[in-house]
């Protein structure tokens, strides 16, 4: 191995797609750079789920504590995972204090973005009077913002402002200013107001996305045989169903997607975990079996490059729709939470690529729409 030159401490943020986003980007700078070591700082549960076995000559893993207690404790789920690693974090002001120069990598979109930057300009134009008053209320007063509105905000910038990530979010809005530069995973063109507008705010501005296809580690096999169950169908014909690594839509959803689908003809590829499938109609998966696929995980970068999908449904999470924009998929949008309002917005009503389902939820007439719209009509095709 090389004499070390220099070293970098990588710090992730260990939930949902992140660690492996910045893994990926480690691994393409570790790979150009032999002589630096990078030591790659995360839980040891998400370090095993992305090392899984995996060595490099200058990426180690080190495992830092999850914030629970040690042997077990109390285990909870999502929001409470995170609100528990962040109240145990140690770093947040290390590299301040220590005056180490740092670099940050935003997974999400510009537009996340620059909602993080604008935290208290946006908390002084809503005042006290919180979300549900201005819902409508538009922010066109940040460069590139001027179709979302307030109602499309993530949870903790006017609202929620209690939970630990609200507080954490708004620091690293404040803090990435003095940032060495801000590595992001989108593309200029993209947006091109909100990133002129993120570059005189911040030192550097890099775009790099979107990181899920310039990433060169090799995507999981088809084990469940998606691409030649997909070759049998006619172009643009297949609805592709996936709501990314860690949501969990309400049963009465997946019920009503599921009528949905089932009444409207489509042929579709559901990416589903086993647990959930309990909450689809009873019969269902044998009623539809001549022209559905349900599997537990697909390989959705090649799902959206095949001819035969014709619209994505989706959550809206960033990495799924640049994966959706690269390959021309036109998306029917349900967003939960965090950044997926936002993301919609954009498809919506910047883009014009996709729709929201109609109220936001997905029901069996609103999703039927949606479907009707852009499979079948002029309009959406277009
Ligand atoms: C969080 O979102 P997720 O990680 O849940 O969703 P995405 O950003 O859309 O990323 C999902 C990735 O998982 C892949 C898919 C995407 O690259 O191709 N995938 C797959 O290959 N096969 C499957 O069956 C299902 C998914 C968060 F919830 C969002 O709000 C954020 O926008 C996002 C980025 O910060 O992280």
């Known amino acids: 191995m090389a004499t070390i030159s220099s070293h970098i401490a990588v710090m992730t943020f260990p939930f949902s797609s992140h660690p492996s986003a910045l893994l990926n980007l480690v691994r393409r700078l ?227 997607l599921a009528e949905a689908i089932e009444a409207s003809g489509v042929p579709y590829l559901w990416s589903l975990p086993d647990h959930l499938r309990h909450h689809l109609p009873q019969g269902f998966v044998e009623r539809t079996s001549t022209r559905g696929m349900i599997v537990s995980w697909a390989p959705q970068l090649q799902v959206l490059a095949h001819t035969s999908v014709g619209i994505h449904i989706t959550h809206s999470g960033w990495n799924s729709v640049l994966e959706s924009i690269s390959y021309a998929v036109p998306m029917i949008c349900r967003p939960f939470f965090a950044d997926n309002m936002l993301n919609c917005r954009m498809v919506e009503d910047v883009w014009e690529i996709g729709v929201r389902v109609e109220d936001g939820i997905l029901t069996k007439s609103g999703t039927m729409k949606a479907i009707e719209l852009l499979l079948f009509n002029d309009k959406g095709k277009k």
């Open 30 to 256: 570790a790979a150009s750079a032999p002589t630096v070591r990078f030591s790659f700082l995360s839980t040891a549960k998400s370090n095993q789920a992305i090392f899984s076995g995996k060595q490099y000559d200058n990426i180690k893993p080190y495992d830092v504590s999850d914030g629970l207690p040690e042997g077990g404790g109390s285990r909870g789920e999502g929001r409470l995972l995170v609100d528990r690693y962040i109240l145990s974090i140690w770093w947040r002001n290390g590299c301040d204090a220590m005056g180490v120069p740092w670099i940050a990598l935003w997974i999400g979109g510009p537009c996340s973005l620059s909602i993080h930057i604008h935290t208290d300009p946006i908390r002084s134009t809503v005042g006290d009077t919180g979300m549900a008053q201005n819902a409508e209320q538009t922010l066109k007063f940040i460069p590139g913002m001027s179709k979302i509105q307030i109602s499309d905000l993530p949870e903790g910038i006017v609202d929620h402002l209690e939970m630990p990530i609200a507080h954490a979010l708004h620091i690293m809005g404040l803090k990435l200013p003095g940032a060495t530069a801000v590595v992001l995973n989108s593309y200029e063109e993209i947006d091109l107001t909100i990133i002129t507008d993120l570059k005189t705010k911040l030192k550097k501005v890099l775009s790099v996305g979107p990181s899920t296809l310039t990433s060169s580690s090799p995507s999981k096999p088809d084990e469940s045989g998606c691409l030649p169950w997909l070759d049998k169908h006619k172009a643009a014909s297949v609805a592709y169903i996936s709501f990314g690594t860690i949501l969990v839509p309400p049963p009465s959803e997946l019920a009503a």
